[in-house]
């Protein structure tokens, strides 16, 4: 009998305290092990950073240009959606179009309304998901399930 060969993945968290705390890319790599799937993974963070910010600073760029990784999870600042979605989604397809060059896919990781704000939720629900539609990229929905957990 042949022995099913693991699988591996390489992903790139480009993101700020919300992607690095509670070390975030570690916890899903090891969730993927307990299912057999090897996760390798570089994180990118910035305190408070828009995704602007990283796109600006040139690193992020560079490490999806240098190439490698199959999916790219962009985190953008929590706020931003709220204040700017406009300005949200031209920070996304400046990182989309890299990503798609580089031959790896686009993650969105949707962000949480802060405590004090909830009914904000709808309106990053929507910017994630519209340029996520736009783009052919994966929402990854955590704020909803955040918010459905605390209802």
Same mark, same amino acid.
């Given at each position: 009998m042949a022995k099913k060969k693991s699988q591996s993945i390489n992903l790139l968290f480009i993101g700020n305290s919300f992607t690095q705390r509670n070390n975030l890319p570690e916890l899903i790599a090891e969730m993927a092990a307990a299912r057999g799937v090897t996760i390798?993974? =570089?994180l990118i %963070?910035?305190?408070g950073a %828009? /995704?602007?910010t990283h796109w600006n600073g040139g690193r992020a760029a560079k490490a999806i240009e240098q190439g490698g990784f199959d999916y790219v999870v962009l985190q953008e600042q929590s706020t931003l959606p709220v204040k700017n979605a406009q300005r949200m989604a031209e920070n996304v397809r400046l990182f989309d179009a890299a990503i !798609?060059?580089?031959g790896a896919k686009t993650v969105l990781y949707m962000t949480w309304a802060r405590q004090h704000t909830p009914e904000a939720q709808p309106v990053i629900a929507n910017a994630y998901n519209s340029i996520g !539609? =736009? /783009?052919g990229a994966i929402v990854v929905p955590v704020g909803l399930a955040w918010q459905s957990f605390l209802a």
């Open positions: 390798n993974h =570089e %963070s910035v305190g %828009s /995704l602007r !798609k060059t580089a !539609k =736009e /783009l």
